[in-house]
Structures are given as C-alpha cells and as structure tokens.
C-alpha cells in the first residue's frame, strides 16, 4: 500500500512539474502589438520637446519603456518605408521603389523575401491586421482578420482597402448628406468637410470643380471635416484593434493597427479641429529657406504651392496636423488602456513607429519624399516589461529595418535573415558599434534627386549614387545647423574645408552599401563630393 501511495505521489509531482512547465513556456510566448502612424514626425510628441502638441499616452508609453532620440525611416515614401520595416530589408533589395509597386502591380522581384508575421505565423502566432496597408498583397494572406472584404467586393489587403471597408462603416453610421454653402467632399470619407484658406478649392462649390473636372490629391485637402469624432478613420481603425484585443486575449497574436493619420487630407474632426488655435501656431524657422544651394529646391511642386512658403497660412495646416495627431495619441490610450484591462501588459511587446515625417512647411515645402529631418526622422517607442527598462532613452542612430530583427529576438523566434540588426544591444548599451550611423535611401528618380543620406554625430551627408549627377551634393552640420539651412557643400566657396568630414561620412556609407550588397557602391566611390 505503502509502495502505492508513493507512486501516485511521485506521478502527481511529476504532473504537477510538467503542468508547471508548460504554463511558463505559454506564459514567455509574448504577443506583439505594433502601432504604425502614417507621416508622423519625431517631434510631433510633447515628449520628444514638443512645447503645443499634448500627447499623454504617447508619453506615457515611453515612460514604461524606450524611446529612440535618433530613429530614421528606410525611406520616405509611405510603400518602400514599410516593405522595408516589414521584411527587414534595404529598399534596393526588396525592389519596392515607389508606392505604385504596392499591391499586385505586375513586375518580377518584388519583395520575395517574408514578412515577420508570416514567419509569426509559422510559429503559431494568430496573426490580424488593421489599417493601411500599401505593401504586396501576396503577403497579406496571414492576416486573420474576421472581415478581408468590403462590401462592394474589394479586399482590405488591395489598393484603399481600408478605405473601402471604412465606407462600409460610415454608410451603416454617418449616411451621406447634401452639401451646405462653404462645404466640399472629402475624398476618402465621401463626407462633408468646411474648407479652410489652405484648400486648394477654397471658395469653389462641388458644381463648379464638377464643371472645370478638377482633380485634387490628398495633401490639397484641408479643413474640418463634419463627422461625429466617433466615426473617423482613426476612431475606426482604433476599434478594430481594441475588438482585435478583446478577442484574442486567450491567445497568442500578433496585431497591427496602422494608422492613416497625420497622413492628408489634414481634415480633423470637431474637437481636433482648431484644438490647437491657429493664432497660436508658429511657423517653421526654415519657411523662408530660398534653398539656392539645395538639391530640394524645386521638389514636392514647392514654387507652385507657395502658400506653404506663407508663414501665417502654413498654420492652418500645422494646427490640423497636431489636431490629427492628437487624435491618434487618444486612441493609442484607450487601445493601451484595453491591453492594461486584459492583464496583457507585462506579456506583450509594444511597438510604437511611424513610417515616415512631413515636412509641414519647412523649407516652404509640404508632404515627404526628402532627406530633411521633418521628412526621414521619426518617432519610435518599444515597451516590453519583462526585458526593457522604464524610461529608456536611446540616443544611437537606427533605422526601422531594424524592427524586423528586434522583434524576432524579443518574441524569442531564432534569427532570419535581414538587412537590419535587434535593438536589444542598443537598448542594453551592450552593442556600442550599433547605433554609429544611419542611412535612408531613395532611388524614385534615378540621378535626378539624391540617393542617400546618412547621419553620423551630428552631420548628415545627401548625396546622388552616379558619379555623373549634377545633383548639389549636401552637408549639414546639425549640432550647429538644425534647421539644415547651410549646405556646406554645393556651391559653398570654402566647402574644402568639410573634406574631411565629408569623406568620414562616405566612408561610412560605402560599408553600409557592401554590407548590402548593393548595385551602387562604385558610384559611391566615384562621386565627386567637393
């Protein structure tokens, strides 16, 4: 009897270990929550030295963990930038060169590589996507969303998909209304909004641009759009999350919420209309920049949208935007207020990034496209409790190629290969060679335009990748010049004084170009700097 009762004590310990044990293992598989914005810029946060825009939960979430002072788009342009964050990769070798190579545009070599949440996905993870997409459609088939179709047919994961299952939401909400005196239709929600003086169709009734078959893109839309703040695309966007959240609580996911805001059309809703007073909006110290030693100065049609150059009607557009971002900042509360209230936090790495800045009237310019810091630098927070630190604050430089490989290394999912490097030795100050410098790419116009940018200790170097280009070469020096206003290459007389540096700068740029084994290291090499 006695032999008995000592074996059931031994199977029931042994139970109890291997009960024990699988519980831990669930409990160190961490989910993944990533929240992307769309053109938000790295000091459109109070935290980043903002003095008018109030973001609490963007601060907050770098409180709990670490924010990135130095954090630079792959390239600034909203398709590349998140192939690039994505996959893992350099633009140059996912071959995403523009936003028309999105969705299923028909051209061999695009993106082959996975994704991490296809690689999630082959792990176990349950993995759901929310927002933007603007990426491959062949790797959206992952995504586990309970609804990939719109009612007309069109999937969210194809070009403004989530635009088409966001009508879906209005039509049952916010019906269609007739236009009053003064208001136009915007063209994402189909809805009202109130012109301000920075529309390009201020003044116009929808009879006369119907008359003239006028055409506006998103940036020429501005002013308040007339929807209750419970049916916009942010609001929308954030709930899909939250339901996302409340769903997979029990299991082990990975979710993206991707924000279109602070992208265009820049038409907050009522109380982000006007919460910062354009009265009180100050305009960009560079707005007055003739850019006659740029390689800029004609980009993003800036001497035909002069008003962008026009220091008291730029307001009206910075006021919106801080209104679009502190939209977003509240629905980033409520979404990190839900994963707190599921007992999720302390499991679940947070990924807080935007895919590229906007230039906002610096340099009399809209929009991105550009090497200024407005356009490539950008926020990025990673909270993570069980490894990373409260407070954390990261001054190395680092792109968001790196993300891929940080988050495999946190979510502990052996490495795959990638152009990028895990934070975590950043983070941990155990890496001191990651963090040296930072390159952002763009190969839009061949040698038109520049090709690269890299930072390194407070200097940026712009230069084109052919060693023909008449394209101005570029350096600033930030510690002494942040407003990037002194090129001291180009037509500077005493540029040969910045040899020197220059030639530090490219030297670093070549080992990041052979590293990736790039087409362009010889032009590089060739290219005449001063």
Known sequence: MKTVNNFWKVFMLIAFVLLTSNLLAQKKKPNLLFIITDQQRFDAMSIAGNKVLKTPNMDRLAKQGARFKNAYTPCAVCGPARSSILTGTTVENNGMKV?????????????????????????????????????????????????????????????????????????????????????????????????????????????????????????????????????????????????????????????????HSPHAPMLPTAPYYNMYP?????????????????????????????????????????????????????????????????????????????DHGEMLGSHGMREKNVFYEESAHIPLIIRYPEQIKKGEVVKGYMSTIDLFATILDYLNIEEHKSDGKSLRGLIERSDPGHGEYVVTEWDYRGDTEPNYMIVKDGWKLIIPYTESSKVINVLYN?????????????????????????????????????KNKSAHVEGVEKRKLY
């Open 99 to 259: 936003n028309e190579y999105a969705y299923g545009f028909k051209k061999d070599g695009l993106m082959p590589m996975p994704t991490f949440d296809e690689i999630l996905t082959g792990k176990g993870y349950h993995c759901e996507y929310y927002g933007k997409w603007h990426t491959r459609t062949s790797h959206a088939g992952v995504y586990k969303n309970p609804q990939v179709t719109a009612n007309n047919g069109k999937s969210v994961f194809g070009p403004e998909g989530q635009s088409h299952i966001y009508m879906d939401f209005l039509d049952k909400n916010s019906p269609k209304r007739e236009l009053k005196e003064g208001e136009l239709y915007d063209q994402f929600s189909k809805r009202p909004y109130k012109t301000n003086i920075l529309d390009k169709a201020h003044g116009m009734t929808d009879a006369e641009i119907k008359e003239k078959q006028l055409k506006f893109i998103q940036p020429d839309l501005n002013g308040e759009l007339l929807i209750d703040k419970e049916y916009s695309m942010t609001a929308f966007q954030a709930k899909q999350t939250i339901e996302a959240l409340e769903r997979l609580k029990d299991s082990t996911f990975s979710i993206t919420c991707s924000f």
């Open 478 to 514: 930030l510690n002494k010049d942040p407003y990037e206003m002194n090129n001291l290459l180009g037509d500077n007389p005493e540029r040969q004084k910045y040899a020197g540096r220059a030639e530090d700068l490219r030297k670093s740029l070549l080992e990041w170009l052979r």
């Open 278 to 354: 354009i009265k009180n909006m100050k305009a960009p110290v560079s707005i007055a920049d003739e850019m006659l030693n740029s390689p800029y100065r004609r980009t993003n049609g800036r001497l035909e949208h002069t008003v962008y150059a026009d220091p008291e009607k730029v307001k009206y557009m910075i006021s919106a935007y801080y209104g679009l971002v502190k939209e977003v900042d509240d629905w980033v509360g409520k979404i990190l207020d839900k994963v707190e209230e599921l007992g999720l936090a302390e499991n679940t790495l947070v990924i807080f990034t935007s």
